[in-house]
C-alpha cells in the first residue's frame, strides 16, 4: 500500500522560512513523480511543484524563486522548502506520487498525474 505522510507545517510570519518533508513508502520510491499540492479554504487544490526521477521540476508561477523540492531517493523523503512566504502561501499542502511514472511536456502540475496522496499539512503565513 502506497501511503505518502506529510509533516512540517505549521505557523510562521510573513517573510519567513519552513521545510516541509514527505515520507513514502510501499513502493519503488527511485522510479517515482512526486509532487506538492495545496488547498486554500474556499479555493481548488492547485499544484505548487513536482519533481521526476531524474530531478527535473516544474514549479507555479506564484512559488518561482521561493520555493524548492527535493528528493532523497535513499531515505524515500520528499522535500519542500519554502523561504520568503507570504499570507497568500496560507493553505493546507499535500504530497503526492505516482510509481513508476515520467511526466514531460507541460502540465506537470496537474492532479491527474498523480494517483496517491497523503492527508495534508497545514501552513499558515501572518503578515
Known amino acids: 500500500q502506497v501511503q505518502p505522510v506529510e509533516s512540517g507545517g505549521g505557523s510562521v510570519q510573513a517573510g519567513g522560512s519552513l521545510r516541509l518533508s514527505c515520507v513514502v513508502s510501499g513502493y519503488t520510491y527511485s522510479g517515482a513523480f512526486l509532487g506538492w499540492f495545496r488547498q486554500a479554504p474556499g479555493k481548488e487544490r492547485e499544484g505548487v511543484a513536482s519533481i521526476n526521477r531524474d530531478g527535473s521540476t516544474t514549479y507555479a508561477d506564484s512559488v518561482k524563486g521561493r520555493f524548492t523540492i527535493s528528493r532523497d531517493n535513499i531515505g524515500k523523503i520528499l522535500y519542500l522548502q519554502m523561504s520568503n512566504l507570504k499570507p497568500e502561501d496560507t493553505a493546507m499542502y499535500y504530497c503526492a506520487a505516482r510509481p513508476d511514472y515520467y ?12 494517483a496517491y496522496w497523503g492527508q495534508g499539512t497545514q501552513v499558515t503565513v501572518s503578515s
Not at 511526466?103 to 498523480?114: K, N, P, Q, V, Y
Open 103 to 114: 511526466c514531460s511536456g507541460t502540465g506537470c502540475l496537474s492532479s491527474l498525474h498523480f
